[in-house]
Structure formats: C-alpha cells, structure tokens
Nanobody, 127 residues
Framework: QVTLVESGGGLVQAGASLRLACTAS????????MGWFRQAPGKEREFVAA???????????NYADSVKGRFTISRDTTKDTVYLQMNTPKPEDTAVYYC?????????????????WGQGTQVTVSS
C-alpha cells in the first residue's frame, strides 16, 4: 500500500502558474505509475495526467485533451514525489486534485486501474 499526500493547491489567477506535488510512502514508489485526477463540484472524477514507471530509461505520459500543452506531469524518484505543473490555468480547471498510484506501472487514464489515492488538494482558478 502507498500513502499519498498532495500539496501545492490554492487560489491562483487565470494565466498564472501552480505546481502540485504528491509525496508517496510505504511501497516502492519507483515501481508504480502515478496519475493525477480531478473532481469539480457536481461532476465525476476525471483523468488529468499520468506517468508510467521507468521502462528502459523512458517514462510514458498521458494527458487529458483539456490540459495537453498546459500541464506537465513529472516524477522525482529520489524524493518519491510526482508533480503536476499547471501553466496558464483556466477557471474550468477549478477542482479538487487527487494523485493516485497504479501498481501495474502503466500510465492508465482510468481511475478504476489505480490502487491508492491521496486525500486531494483544492485548486481554485479565478478569472
């Protein structure tokens, strides 16, 4: 089991930048794929970005179309941390952001594939 703790959320103006972090403990972080999901009030949880475990010195990433080109997911195995860099956020990006771990190591877009979840961090983008 992995314990995940998100940080970095808050209030940001549209067009500014924000970086979320998720620190893992308990299970070997490097063998898990990591994903970011979000849930806005009254909406279902949706995929944002995911990064695989390292495979032959390569990390595979997936992004939702709505954030492609604006958000970047990365991971630092020395710190057991995954990041979500949010550039030029929009008011529609307002949501609670969750990180999750997939023990298969695959950068899946489906929340059902993830084994452990953090408690979430609120991101509010003002116009």
């Amino acid at each position: 089991q992995v314990t995940l703790v998100e940080s970095g959320g808050g209030l940001v103006q549209a067009g500014a930048s924000l970086r979320l972090a998720c620190t893992a403990s308990g299970r070997t972080f490097s063998r898990s794929a990591m994903g970011w999901f979000r849930q806005a009030p009254g909406k279902e949880r949706e995929f944002v970005a995911a990064i695989s475990r390292r495979a032959e010195n390569v990390y595979y990433v997936n992004y939702a179309d709505s954030v492609k080109g604006r958000f970047t997911i990365s991971r630092d195995t020395t710190k057991d941390t995954v990041y979500l860099q949010m550039n030029t956020p929009k008011p529609e990006d307002t949501a609670v952001y969750y990180c999750a771990a997939d023990y298969r190591g695959v950068a899946s877009t489906s929340p059902a594939e993830y084994n452990d979840w953090g408690q979430g961090t609120q991101v509010t983008v003002s116009s």
